[in-house]
């Protein structure tokens, strides 16, 4: 299927020829090439091949073509995988010599995917493609964390109900999380510095995503009208659906997944599938909402929708941790 979905965006509509990467490699690198600043220690493990990069990008986009994504979107993937194919150099030795600005610099690479490519470069998942593929990307960004395993990610989540890394910080610093077993001081220690960047390493998606965290940003108007947009096209079994890794004894694809815009922004929207919506019956309420990419793309959110169980709000759709404004907005649509 991948080869065929690759023919239709890339062979049919690109220019792929050995010329195509000839020249815009020439053009786009004279400048970079000038500049040795050192990214050295910046990166965790093997380095990545230009190979394995390309087949992450590629998957993402036969991912996105056949869950119903934007056309220009994906065919914006597939010149990626072109580009990093056509390449002479490793990618990781290009930003390793040059800095992220040399990856800004490669021809037809958007900005959301020069961060994926910082985030693979420098051991870290990616997590648009991990929820693609049915992982969950919450506990996978955890679990690039050092000293926190994909086990030890998912306790995290479930018992401490902690959504992002800058929330991870937060506990680690206010006693929540040396309470968990199995978290001594030397374990908490680490984790504390590496949430820090003060180790070895700084963390790939704490500097990636939680530094520009825009979830506040974004009007509760439009995260409602993505959770309502969802939930018509589940009721009306129009959506693509993925096969969780967790929480799916069966190994059946049940799990719907919407790929929508609201202007330039990027979003997916699917149930809930942690432990915890299972154990309360909520994995058919509970909708994540991700800003995939944004004009910049280190600007990321997450949002969760709930069906309100409490108050005056009792029964309506509310984002967590953003009552107060659902309550005002519900307020205006009297």
Not at 248 to 273: C, D, F, K, M
Not at 315 to 320: A, D, E, F, L, S
Request: proline share 4%; hydrophobic share 35%; glycine share 6%.
């Amino acid at each position: 299927m991948i080869k065929q979905l690759e023919f239709d965006y890339v062979s049919a509509d690109l220019p792929n020829t050995p010329d195509f990467c000839r020249v815009n490699m020439a053009t786009g690198f004279d400048s970079v090439r000038q500049r040795q600043t050192s990214n050295n220690g910046d990166r965790k493990g093997a380095a990545p091949s230009n190979d394995d990069l390309a087949e992450a990008i590629k998957e993402v986009a036969a991912f996105l073509q056949v869950q119903g994504a934007n056309r220009s979107r994906v065919e914006a993937y597939y010149r990626a995988v072109n580009v990093v194919q056509c390449l002479d150099q490793p990618v990781w030795q290009i930003y390793e010599l040059n800095g992220i600005a040399a990856l800004e610099e490669l021809p037809a690479i958007g900005n959301s995917i020069v961060r994926a490519l910082q985030q693979m470069i420098r051991g870290g998942k990616w997590p648009l493609l991990e929820r693609l593929r049915g992982n969950d990307a919450l506990e996978s960004a955890f679990a690039s964390v050092p000293n926190i395993g994909s086990a030890f990610a998912r306790r995290i989540h479930d018992e401490l109900q902690i959504e992002t890394l800058a929330e991870l910080q937060t506990a680690a610093w206010d006693g929540r999380l040396e309470r968990l077993s199995g978290v001594g001081q030397k374990r908490l220690q680490a984790i504390r510095e590496a949430l820090a960047g003060r180790g070895r390493f700084p963390d790939p998606l704490t500097c990636l995503e939680d530094d520009r965290d825009v979830t506040p940003q974004i009007r509760v108007a439009e995260i409602l009208d993505i959770d309502d947009q969802y939930r018509f096209e589940v009721r009306n079994k129009t959506l693509p659906k993925v096969t969780p890794q967790r929480n799916n004894p069966a190994h059946e694809a049940w799990l719907p997944i919407l790929h929508t815009q609201r202007g330039g922004r990027h979003y997916s929207a699917l149930y809930s599938n942690t432990a915890h919506a299972h154990e309360f019956g909520m994995n058919k309420d509970w909708v994540v909402i991700y800003l995939e990419d944004h004009h910049h793309a280190n600007q990321h959110g997450r949002w969760t929708v709930i069906t309100s169980q409490f108050g005056k709000l009792r029964g309506k759709r509310i984002v967590r941790g953003r009552e107060s404004a659902c309550a005002e907005y519900y307020r205006q649509r009297v």
